[in-house]
Every structure is written in structure tokens, then in C-alpha cells.
């Protein structure tokens, strides 16, 4: 097989593997999360009540997880050679496929995934504890898909615009075709096929707005270090920083660079796969960041159902991480102090939550 073929296979058997890995990852953290929540609710353990409130919204990233990860395999080259799944459509169905993608992932999946990211670490900086309620989880997921309709809205302009855009009263100004071309039409193994390619207009829309949230995650992130008092705890907080800030930076350029090589060479493919990579290893950090090491560490707090009172309290504060802060008065500053809608703010660090062994 020559190297033109193998190559784009082997990216295309690569991405398929990550894809069913991630998708692995995310069904497991469900259960997981299912699981923990049965035992909250069916066993007693009222102490942990608190770190399971923002589970729904947790289930959701990883939906919107999948959702991405399963369209990332529509787009690959790999099923469009001859007697492959896409083979048998014709021009215009795979064509219409690549727009497709364009809307279902960069319009809709991707965006959701960096607002619900959001909406999970603005959660511990509410000053009440709206995140342990059900309203909270079924308003932030109504807000996350409100908020994301102009991303939608915009993807499918582009992706209907083809080489044209509006310029204003009444007249159509000329994009160079790298702006809005969602495919790339290339013969292969005598047969002509589409291959798809990402607008370079649908890339800036995408990097705006992800250099918005990524400024508004930074800042979050910042006040959620203020509250650490753990050193573990704190590398997670690191960690998921560090994948927004690199992770979707880099997707973004492998995105804008794509559109410099034709979609049936290698160096398209090798930007490509960068470009998937770079934002899976973003899903697995904060799928395994606010899911699973969460509900795990959780769970290794189950035994103290059996403590008594404010010992039981003093002792779940202590290894989960939670901080009980009184912003008006440094000597309130306290592991085991009471409840206070009109002073004190309960922080919910259980996004990072820690169990010390």
C-alpha cells in the first residue's frame, strides 16, 4: 500500500481507537456517578449529599464528550476510499456530511463543552449553594444551551454562506474559498470522493470564542487556587488549568494551519489528527478531573457515616478539601464551622474533591 494510503489509515485507525477510548472513559464515569448517587440517596450518607449536587451537569460534559468524539469519525478520510462506509453515498451525501460536522462540532459540541466546563467551576464561587440543588443543574444546562445558539447560528451561516457572504445593502462580497469551504473534492482510487476541511471562518469563530472562556476559566481557576489548602488538591486545579491553556490553544492552530494543505496529503491529515488529539486530551483531563476523582474520592469517605456529629463533619471537611469562608472576617476562617447564608460562603471544591490515604 503506498504511503499516501497507509498513512491517512493509520491516523484514521488511530482517532477511531481514542474515540472508543474516550467513550470507554465517559460510560464508566456515568455509571460511576449513578452509582454514587444510589448510595447517597438509598444509604444515608448525608455527608457526601453536598459533593453529589452537580452530577447532572457533570453527566452532561461527558455527553457533549461523546457527541464530539463520535462526529470527529464521520469526518475521517478512511471511510471514504473506495468499498469503505461512506464509499456507497453519493458526492452531494458526503459532502453534506462535512457540513454536518462543521455544525454538530464546531457549532454546537465543542462550544457546549467549554461552557459547561465554565458553569462546573463557577459553581464553587456562588455565594449560596445553589449547586447542590436540582434547579441549579437543570438552569445551567438550559443556560449552556442558550448560550450556545450564536455559535450555532454562526457555524450555519458559514456552512451555508459556501463562498459567498453578505456585505452589506444587498450585495454579496467574495471569500477565497480556505474561509468557507466545509470539503474538498479529490479522485481516489478512480473514484471522485470529498474529503472534509474546516473553514478557516468557522476556526476564528471557534478560537474567539474559546479565548473568551479560556480568560474567564483563567480567572476562575485563579479564585479556586485562593481556597486550596491542600497540595494534592492543588495540582488538580494546575492540571485542568494547564489543559485549557494549551490543549485548545493548540487545537486552534492545527485548525487554522489545515487550511495551508490540501485535504488529500498528509500533512492535512497530520494537522488533523494534532487537532483531535489536542482536544481529546482536554476531554480525558477534565472528564478525570470533575468526574471521576470526585465521585472516587467520595467514595473513600463512605465510613463516616459512622462518626458522630461534628466529628463526622470536622472529618469529611478535612479529607475532601472543603472550606468553610468567612470573606468579612479572617477568625471565621474555620474546618469546622456552622452554616451562614449572610456571612460565610461554603465553598464546594469537590470538583477536585481529595480523600487523604
Same mark, same amino acid.
Request: contains cysteine.
Given at each position: ?21 474516550? *467513550?470507554?472513559?465517559? !460510560?464508566?464515569? #456515568?455509571?460511576?456517578?449513578?452509582? /454514587?448517587?444510589? %448510595?447517597? @440517596?438509598? &444509604? ?21 464528550? *461523546?457527541?464530539?468524539? !463520535?462526529?470527529? #469519525?464521520?469526518?475521517?478520510?478512511? /471511510?471514504?476510499? %473506495?468499498? @469503505?462506509? &461512506? ?25 457546549? !463543552? ?41 457555524? !450555519? ?41 474546516y473553514p478557516l471562518l468557522s476556526t476564528i ?40 491553556f494549551s490543549f485548545l490553544p493548540l487545537r ?30 482536554f476531554c480525558v483531563v477534565s472528564i478525570s ?69
Amino acid at each position: 500500500m503506498p504511503l499516501t494510503k497507509l498513512v491517512p489509515d493509520a491516523f484514521g485507525v488511530l482517532t477511531i481507537s481514542l474515540v472508543a477510548l474516550l *467513550i470507554l472513559l465517559g !460510560l464508566l464515569c #456515568i455509571a460511576y456517578s449513578f452509582y /454514587f448517587q444510589s %448510595h447517597v @440517596r438509598k &444509604l444515608g450518607f448525608t455527608q457526601l449529599g453536598y459533593f453529589s449536587g452537580p452530577w447532572i451537569i457533570r453527566i452532561t460534559f461527558i455527553l457533549f464528550a *461523546i457527541w464530539w468524539a !463520535l462526529g470527529e #469519525i464521520f469526518r475521517l478520510s478512511l /471511510f471514504r476510499r %473506495h468499498t @469503505r462506509l &461512506l464509499s456507497g453515498l453519493d458526492l452531494r451525501w458526503q459532502q453534506n456530511v462535512c457540513k454536518w460536522y462543521i455544525v454538530s462540532n464546531l457549532g454546537f459540541a465543542e462550544p457546549c !463543552l467549554f461552557l459547561t466546563l465554565m458553569f462546573l467551576l463557577r459553581a464553587p464561587l456562588k455565594m449560596e449553594s445553589g449547586a447542590l440543588s436540582g434547579k441549579w443543574n437543570r438552569n445551567t444546562a438550559c443556560y449552556t444551551l442558550l448560550y450556545c445558539l450564536p455559535m450555532l447560528a454562526l457555524q !450555519l451561516a458559514v456552512v451555508l454562506s459556501e463562498s459567498r457572504l453578505n456585505g452589506g445593502s444587498g450585495s454579496y462580497a467574495k471569500l477565497s474559498r480556505p474561509f468557507t469551504r466545509t470539503y474538498s473534492r479529490v479522485t481516489i482510487d478512480h473514484a471522485e470522493v470529498a474529503l472534509c476541511t474546516y473553514p478557516l471562518l468557522s476556526t476564528i469563530i471557534l478560537g474567539v470564542f474559546a479565548a473568551v472562556l479560556t480568560t474567564y476559566l483563567f480567572w476562575l481557576g485563579r479564585q479556586i487556587l485562593k481556597l486550596v489548602i491542600n497540595k494534592r488538591l492543588q495540582k488538580r486545579v494546575y492540571a485542568l488549568i494547564f489543559s485549557v491553556f494549551s490543549f485548545l490553544p493548540l487545537r486552534i492552530a492545527m485548525l487554522c494551519l489545515s487550511v495551508l494543505a490540501s485535504a488529500d496529503k498528509i500533512v492535512f491529515e497530520a494537522l488533523s489528527f494534532l487537532a483531535f488529539l489536542s482536544l481529546f486530551c482536554f476531554c480525558v483531563v477534565s472528564i478525570s478531573l470533575l468526574v471521576y476523582f470526585p465521585v472516587s474520592d467520595s467514595m473513600a469517605l463512605r465510613g463516616l457515616r459512622d462518626i458522630d456529629g461534628d466529628d463526622s463533619r470536622a472529618v469529611t471537611e478535612e479529607r475532601s478539601g472543603a472550606l468553610l469562608l468567612a470573606p468579612q472576617n479572617e477568625d471565621s476562617l474555620s474546618l469546622r464551622g456552622r452554616r451562614s447564608s449572610s456571612q460565610e460562603r461554603y465553598v464546594e471544591v469537590s470538583l477536585f474533591l481529595e480523600a487523604e490515604n
